[in-house]
């Protein structure tokens, strides 16, 4: 009896995890390169009455197997999966707005600390550098670590292979530069530790090298070329893959699942005050 007031417990704090994890979605339905993530649930510990026995057949007298009896102990967290399929396309109009189509991710220089994201809401600084205005993080090139930077006075244009075609109309004659916009492909992007502000940073599970995170591989350029499937579409940013008739689902089966765990709390109390009138009757 007192196991299942403590099954419950672990249900209703689980099912509080999923709701946590459902409101934090639906928080983010808008956010640019949001990526939703899912609960799953793992089984608690066992508590064992009675092991399992070997079957005798040959025995005198000759006997089957039996099977262990076991009562489980509750729930728990088993994982919160990050699901990186890709968001919608909305359309801008605005040049500097970038979006991944396939696998990969923008790469920043944020005060120094490399990130990663897929929100390429876009802007140029007083400098002329390309960088995420929310922030003042740096996009970096092909090579990871260079700055992007596009003179005043200049024109430019964007590819789909992240060719950033600058002509610079201030000097004579003309001169004109290309630099590419890196894009990082993790080995398990789902991996990848989510820092804020849109961005993430790489884990011991997403690349990692002897147990140390280390950075993603870094493409762009005519030498290293996107990956197939990966390209960048400009004029456009990756909206939220964020579903909300999925998690409005997700939200009524937490709902009942909280509202079961705690009915199971109520009649276990009612067992007890039961055993307790015992001693008046």
Known sequence: MMRSLYSAISGLKAHQTKMDVI????????????????VTFATALSQTIQGASTPNSSGSPAVGGTNPIQVGLG????????IMTQGSNQTTGNPLDMMIQGAGFFVLDYGGQTVYTRSGAFSTDGEGNLVDPATGAYV???????KI?????????????????????TATPPTTTTKYIGIAISANPAGMTSLGNNYYAASNNSDSSSGTPTDPTVYGGTSNSYPKGTSLVTGALEMSNVDLSQEMTDMITAQRG????SRVITVSDTLLQELIDLKRS
Do not use: C, L, W
């Not at 729930?75 to 990050?82: C, E, H, L, Q």
């Not at 970096?140 to 260079?146: A, F, H, K, R, V």
């Open 258 to 261: 909280f509202q079961a765990n």
């Open 140 to 146: 970096m090139d092909e090579s990871g670590t260079g």
């Open 23 to 38: 409101g934090n979605n639906i928080a983010n339905v808008n956010t640019t390169g949001f990526k939703r993530s899912s």
């Open 75 to 82: 729930t728990s967290i088993g994982a919160t999966n990050k």
């Open 149 to 169: 930077n596009i003179p005043a006075g200049s024109t430019y244009s964007i590819d789909s292979t992240g060719a950033v075609t600058i002509v610079d109309g």
